[in-house]
């Protein structure tokens, strides 16, 4: 893993005690002898994207500035003129909880060895972030074992935590134990519309009350750097009870590249998060959210994928009361292997919604 400080390519962190430059990290690298992923990479399968349109994931929300060892600033590259500091925040007004587990995995992934890639991560959110300051990400080294490592990153803002995370690493290891769940069988990504295209959609239905068509448009405007394509979408506005479970294809919008499954890992912590907690609430129509938020995240990597071509989330609630919600989420590539498994809890204050139509 290695930092660049202008140009110049550091060696993979030093480790604790050698003083360290402040140096302008670029995005994790595959390695200090090869290409870093914000250049060209394009080796292996040749992805049918545009090549030159990186994902402004890598280029942007994930890559981090290096202030000293083991500590991390998301200030200069998240620059957005849409919003000052942060590359998409949703309308909650609340950091985007994946964008902060994809950062601290980033800060995390640059303190070990090129060799070794993340297999877990577990967070809590334990306060809001403010979208008009940037993030400071502290990484704690807690253990360097022979085929484990662990490391434990605090996000920082207003001298506070907004996130604890823990994660491990663990280098390439072969097993005869293995064995996965079958992959769902769902209409492939080119049979669906993404959604943009599904709110173009409704937004021609002439009998549309204005409520829904402002806030359909606004959704339309976001700049969410992941690309969706729901299978079997509601109609938004049917006020049905629906099964606690929505699948959907996702991906990374923009092109990343082979190779650098560190990159990959932080990228699939950001989307993984995206639209990820509202499962928990598609049986529960008559009620109006008042306040809504990730309390906890967790992930599993399970073998090597690309975020930046299509996978399917397969997103189900298990469980919610007591004001809280779990869902779980499994990742699956096309060719049917489980990359990742996901978890989550989070809270939710709600009130009885008024009865309406659209109409
Ligand atoms: C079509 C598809 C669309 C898809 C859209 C996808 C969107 C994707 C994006 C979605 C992203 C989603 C996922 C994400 O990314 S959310 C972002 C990641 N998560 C977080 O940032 C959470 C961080 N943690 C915290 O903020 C605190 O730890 C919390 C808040 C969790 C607890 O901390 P604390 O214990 O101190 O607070 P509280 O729980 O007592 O209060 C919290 C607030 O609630 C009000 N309150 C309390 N009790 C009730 C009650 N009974 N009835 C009504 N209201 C009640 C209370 O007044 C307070 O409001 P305010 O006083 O602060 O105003």
New binding site residues.
Partial sequence: MAASSGGKKLLPEPSKGTSAASAHSSILRKSSSEKPVTEATGSGSKSSRNEDLHSVLVTSVLNLERLDLDLYSNEHSNRCTFTGTHHWV???R???????VGQALVAAAMSVSENIYAHSLHC??????DPKVPVLYQVDRIRDGKSFSVRSVKAIQHGNP??ICQSSFQRKMESPIHHQFTMPVVPSPNELLT?EE??QKYLRDPALTEKYKVGLTK?LAEE?PIE?K?IN?PE?YRRVALESKQHFWVRARGYIGEGNMKLHCCVAAYIS??????TALLPHFQYKV??????D?SMWFHAPFRSDEWMLYECESPWAGS?RGLVQGRLWKQDGVLAVSCA?E??F???PSAAESKL
Avoid: E, N, T
Avoid at 124 to 129: E, K, P
Avoid at 290 to 295: D, E, N
């Fill in positions: 949703p309308r909650s609340m950091l985007f909880g994946g964008q902060i809590y959110f334990v306060r809001a972030g907004i996130l959604q599904l709110i959704l969410v969706i729901p979408p938004y998060d995206y639209s990820f907690l509202r008042k306040f809504m938020a990730s309390l995240h004001c989550q989070g809270v204050y709600v009130k």
